[in-house]
């Protein structure tokens, strides 16, 4: 599983969406694992989002199967993590006197985390 994020500071809400490619598995894997992400998205967006940030739910090999708790858990570090890198970047940015960051910032970086052994 990994979480990606864009800055949208024009709007207040947070944007979701979620994705699954055909490698991961056939079209019930991937609704599967999808539907696990969009479940623990509703659950953790809104303690650990950021407001005016899109965020993307790349599904991987593995999320459809994934422990729940162990899911649930990647999704929140991930989403902590997303959140300090943003604030670090946003301190820098202040501090420096800096430009705006280009159209994919740093905190849109990949944050995947380690896959179940099978």
């Not at 199967?65 to 946003?90: C, F, Q």
């Amino acid at each position: 599983m990994a979480i990606q994020a864009l800055p949208q500071p024009e709007r207040p809400t947070i944007g979701v969406g979620f994705t699954a490619t055909k490698r991961i598995g056939g079209a019930v894997v991937r609704n599967r694992a999808k539907r696990r992400l969009r479940e623990a998205a509703r659950l953790l967006l809104p303690v650990h989002g950021k407001a005016g940030c899109d965020y993307v739910f790349i599904a991987r090999q593995g999320a459809a199967e994934r422990p729940w708790p162990r899911l649930l858990d990647d999704v929140k570090s991930a989403l902590i993590r997303l959140a300090a890198e943003d604030g670090a970047r946003t301190q820098g940015d202040k501090r420096a006197g800096s430009p705006k960051p280009p159209s994919l910032p740093a905190s849109a970086k990949d944050t995947t985390s380690t896959p179940d052994p099978a």
